[in-house]
């Protein structure tokens, strides 16, 4: 047990109980606790593999690779429209983390074994970026005007593409697209991602 998270946890007021039940859970495995971005999180080899989160409305054991994970007790969900590796188990109370402990253990081991077998997840290519979001009808001219846009554009990564998409095709009206690209072409062009 890690004294960085006993101290955080005697510091809650909402979820208490629930984090104490799922950290003793989690602790059976034999993986490293840590508080990281100020919640406890859990790995193998220096490999985060789970963090315990808690949010107003739910309670929950985040599986960074949860894509990985089986799932045969369909108790896993994204964690956001958008995710694409990981996977909650989503809690309302003690109860529910108790009756699931079982297979909470069972999924926690197969996430360890994914871990040790070297399982990755396949990144994700330009053209799967290009499937899943639109390129806004303002930056695709921006990218015919300027090739060099284009070519610093194709030389990102997926996920800093994706982000890039997102931000733009979040706006509703046009000339809000249009500043938001205006205000990105000097990242694009020196090859850094939104939140770089």
């Known amino acids: 047990m890690n004294s ?10 909402q979820w208490k109980e629930e984090t104490e039940k799922l950290r ?11 508080l990281k971005w100020g919640k406890p999180c859990y790995s193998f080899s220096n490999t985060n593999l789970l963090v315990i989160q808690g949010f107003k409305e739910y309670f929950a054991l985040l599986f960074f690779k ?11 969900t994204k964690t956001g429209e ?9 809690f309302a109370n003690v109860t529910e983390i108790t009756k699931l402990a079982p297979i909470l253990k069972a ?21 799967s970026v290009k499937a899943d979001l639109p ?9 015919a005007k300027m090739p060099a846009l284009k070519k610093s554009f194709a030389a990102l990564t997926p ?18 697209r249009e500043a938001r690209i205006e205000k990105c072409l000097q990242k694009i062009l020196s090859g850094k991602g939104l939140l770089d």
């Open 135 to 143: 390129y806004p009808e303002e930056f695709q001219k921006k990218l």
């Open 82 to 90: 958008n995710t694409r590796v990981g996977r909650q188990v989503r």
């Open 24 to 34: 003793k859970i989690i602790l059976t495995s034999g993986l490293s606790e840590e």
């Open 66 to 76: 949860g894509v990985l994970l089986k799932d045969p007790h369909h108790i896993l």
């Open 159 to 176: 996920g800093r593409q994706k982000a890039y998409l997102m931000y733009f095709t979040a706006a509703k009206q046009s000339t809000t």
């Open 107 to 127: 999924y926690i081991q197969e996430a360890i074994e994914a871990e040790k077998a070297g399982l990755k997840v396949s990144r994700l290519t330009g053209e």
């Open 4 to 13: 960085k998270v006993s101290a955080y946890i005697s510091k809650l007021k």
